[in-house]
């Protein structure tokens, strides 16, 4: 019992009913196109970013050294078919989808440059802008989501980077934890006299467009639409973790007994985790969520077990379960990683430096295979035993499993041809 | 059963508007500009469009107008290329208005200029906007963001390089010597704001690259960075090149100060200075792409420098490259930051430059008008670098006056943003800044007489929406301003922000409170909505659609306040046309 008039497309009736005059309340069709469009979208494929900001200590979290000088304080423990620290016991739980790549090695070891670098694939250069990772799944399959009505790449509390030569519309829509969208309504307005002012913005909009001025003046309202489109859309609902059972939230963000009252920042990228299952499951392809306090130039140990390991485990462990019980698990992959790791030396304040010759990046879940890891480094952490990693491989291996050729090429602005992924391979270990 | 009789509903209602709104017959007065303008065209449609087109002056008698105009109609001719109509008096004082001052004009004055009829009004326009206040702030604005981006980076003083430009465009600085302050530049931040060029530049680690590629592009209109890697593919520049003028950078040497702030009981960021780093090696060395690792010594386009650069300053400190480097930009009778500037202002008027992009100059990238281009940047050079000069000689041209509607000839021929060399046979829309939006938005509307806010309170709260809305539009300095980026939430940020809410509300002292109380009929309030807004009078269509909306509205200021929020959110208000 479809609501738009027979042998007319949704998009068709919504701009005749913009450009039609003031007169016509429209506040009920246009309610009864938003709960048609409310459609849960599974088994889409997505991506879920994990960013460690300011460059976590993978040699204490997925490639301890026990009996090394820097070893640290930690001991190993099993984790599926390989081992990790042993603050991270929930998540060493459901390792069989998980993976860690332990021969990263990527020459940046500055901040910007880092990040820009594992975002994008590419090195800083003068020449281009390149898109960060997000903007190009955004890109390759936002476009074909034609029913989702909320942006195809969302950060939360991330650092995601410009979309580059892909343009504005592939932008990062950025959000805090709290899912508060600015701007997002017409407060005081009532459907009435928004339908009005829709109307009204369409006749002269309309008139503009037909005026032989150019592309732009389309481009406006097109953008104009996905942004009305927004405020309308029940898919915004997913912004909205606390429509949530609170024992699930729990589960997120509840890292056990608090020492401290240090549990709380923890509990942020809990709450983002799930935000980004939640849009994941409205069918948003790429969400990437940010996690802080990761620069550990000292203190590194007490500040990895009283603070971020816990709740930075809980909530991994969490977001993972709570993908495998929906079935979700096959279609999401999730990648872990920051701008560097840090120096497998342990400096004279108990913390270490930027270190990006050796290092580790998980990844896992969509179709890749799991529970194991990839690549090695010496007994010390020095260097890699094996062949080094790129962001690219990492990316294509994001690739492989969102159906992204790796094949694509994108053109820049000046018309050079940039491959996906800066023409990286998916990692053969991972992929079946 | 209720679905489908609803459904039915709406079917016919569109279709009934429909009829009611072509059946209308025009009743809302043309506007008397436009009006000219058409009568204007529709005699000159007998004439051959040559000979129409000799005619065109805005009342200007600069030799170099006609100059101007003869290199531009050659174009057309060569391309059989008609031109548009001259632009009706409302289009064009809103566009020079915000392309020169950067805001709409305010109502007032397109009322007294429609009504003007002096021969000679669009000169003396131009003449009265280049000593108006606005016009320091406009290009203030505009290089501002040119130097140092739209985004501040970390660790630089937006202030001090705004106070540079400020200082610059309010005595009219000669462009050469400006370039030579920027790119020489050494110190505090904020006592010598022109070092924030360069320190923006210096965000990441990269031993100058980025701050050599930014200085040749911006300054002297060349694209050099792909060179840092390999030969130019296309033209002379070479991959040693590239690195003899990174040479002249590599003292560059960035210092943030932090402080103790005894409230706070810690340390926090105090200022950043722009330093000479001494006894710095008088070669850089790269690597080729065959694996040699090859020297480079300080050389400009083949001049030797090694001497000078060993030179020690009065101060005994190694000389200061850059300021080298800065004299042998400007030496000359036609140098290339004269031809940089010249292109880079006709694509700040226009829309795109006499080369596409505009700072990819060279023999591999030809220009639309070389002479034009060459002759311009002559005369920029004998007028001592006077941008006002440059600006009068632009504006006055027939190219800039006439509209943005393109004809059906020239339509697809001259279509820039769909690849063909641009031929400026009409007006390239442009997308305002966020700065020329939020100046439109408080001159159209008087938001800042609407609050009663002091005037650091406005800048304050200026700084907070460019803020959000940069952030919000995103950066990316490779876009042509023609075409438009917006984003998502900066329509979000213009329909439901605070500013068009404030812009629409009818406050004592408002726009709208204004127009209510001063203006009794209707259908001028609604003309006047619109020439506020649009600097046109609506056409019989949106005429009959406000009314309808006032009809049917309970209240009369609430139909008023959604009609000027359409207007406001629409395309036609944000492009610059």
Known sequence: MSFVPAGMTRRHFMSHMAASAATIPAIQFMQHLQVHAETVKKNQKACILMWMGGGPPTIDIWDLKPGSKNGGEFKPITAA??????????????????????????????????????????????TVVHPTFGSVVSHELGSKRKELEIPSF?????????????????????????????????????????????????????????????????????????????????????????????????????????????????GEFGRGLLMARRLVEAGVPFVEVGMGGWDLHANVFNTLKDRNLPSMDTAISALITDLKERSMIKDVVVVWMGEFGR??????????????????????????????????????????????????????????????????????????PMKIANGGTPIPELIG | MRTWSGNRLVCWVVAGLAIAISASVAITAEESGSKEAKSKAAA??????????????????????????????????DNEIEPSEVAGDGEWIRRVYLDIVGHVPPMEEIEKFLGDKDKAKRSKVVDRLLDDP???????????????????????????????????????????????????????????GAVNFLLAQMVMPDDGVLATAKTTRLFLGMQVQCTQCHNHPFNDWQQRQFWEFNNFFRQLQKEDHRKYDAKAGRMVDDYSELKRRDGVADHVTYEKRNGLIEAAYPRYFGKDVVDEVAQKDKDGWDVNRREVLAKLMIDGEKPLVALAMVNRMWSQFFGYGITKPVD???????????????????EFVKSRYDVKQLVRWICNSEAYNVTSQASKVNEEKDNPAAGTTAMFSHVYLKSMSAEQL??????????????????????????????????????????????????????????????????????????????????????????????TSLGRAPNPKEAKGAQDLLRVSPDKLAAY?????????????????
């Open chain 2, 134 to 192: 606005g016009y320091v702030r406009h290009w203030t604005n505009v290089w501002t963001n040119l130097t140092i981006g739209q985004d501040t980076p970390q660790r630089v003083s937006r202030k001090g390089m705004e106070k540079f430009l400020r200082e610059a465009f309010t005595k009219n600085r000669p462009w050469n010597d400006v370039v030579m302050d920027i790119v020489s530049a050494e110190g505090h931040f904020e006592e010598n």
């Open chain 1, 343 to 416: 120096t497998p030396r342990i400096n004279q304040d108990v913390g270490r430096d930027h270190w990006a010759a050796s290092w580790s990046v998980m990844i896992g879940g969509g179709n890749l295979k799991g529970g194991t890891h990839v690549g090695a480094t010496d007994a010390d952490g020095l260097t890699c035993e094996t062949k080094p990693y790129l962001p690219g491989d990492i990316w294509a291996t994001a690739c492989y499993a969102l159906g992204i050729p790796t094949t694509t090429v994108h053109t820049s602005k000046r018309g050079r």
């Open chain 2, 44 to 77: 000159a449609d007998a004439k051959p469009v040559g000979k129409r087109r000799e005619e065109f002056t805005t009342g200007s008698s600069d030799v170099l107008i006609s100059f101007i105009n003869e290199q531009i109609r050659q174009g057309w001719t």
């Open chain 2, 360 to 378: 990819d100059m060279g023999p591999h990238n030809p220009a639309s008008h070389p002479d034009l281009l060459d002759r311009l940047g002559s």
């Open chain 1, 154 to 266: 969302v950060s939360i509390g991330g650092d995601p980077g410009s979309p580059g030569f892909l343009g504005m519309s592939n932008a990062a829509f950025v959000v805090n934890t709290q899912g508060r969208i600015q701007n997002a309504d017409m407060d005081g307005v009532d459907d009435n006299r928004r339908n009005h002012r829709l109307a009204m913005l369409g006749t002269i909009e309309d008139n503009f467009i037909s005026s032989k001025r150019g592309e732009a003046p389309q481009a406006h309202k097109d953008v104009y639409k996905k942004a009305i489109q927004l405020m309308t859309s029940k898919q915004m609902e997913a912004f909205k973790i606390d429509k949530e059972d609170p024992k699930t939230i729990d589960r997120y963000t509840n890292a056990g007994a608090p020492t401290g009252g240090m549990m709380r920042a923890g």
């Open chain 2, 561 to 577: 306040q959604d009609m000027f929020w359409a207007l406001l959110n629409s395309n036609e208000f944000i492009f610059i046309h």
């Open chain 2, 438 to 531: 939020y100046d439109s938005l408080i001159v159209a509307t008087n938001a800042h007489k609407s609050g009663r806010s002091s005037w650091e309170q406005a800048e304050d709260k200026k700084r907070v929406w460019l803020r959000q809305f940069v952030i919000a539009f995103g950066t990316d300095e490779g876009d042509e301003s023609t075409t438009f980026n917006g984003s998502i939430p900066q329509a979000l940020m213009m329909m439901n922000g605070d500013l068009v809410k404030d812009a629409i509300s009818a406050q004592k002292g408002s726009f709208l409170n204004t127009i209510l109380a001063e203006t009794p009929k209707d259908t001028d309030r609604i003309r006047r909505l619109y020439l």
């Open chain 1, 81 to 126: 078919g390989t081992q990790i620290s042993e603050h991270m016991p929930k998540t060493a739980a459901q390792f069989d989808v998980l993976n860690v790549v332990r021969s990263m090695s990527t020459r940046e070891a500055d901040h910007g440059r880092g990040r820009y670098f594992m975002h994008t694939g590419y090195v800083p250069t003068p």
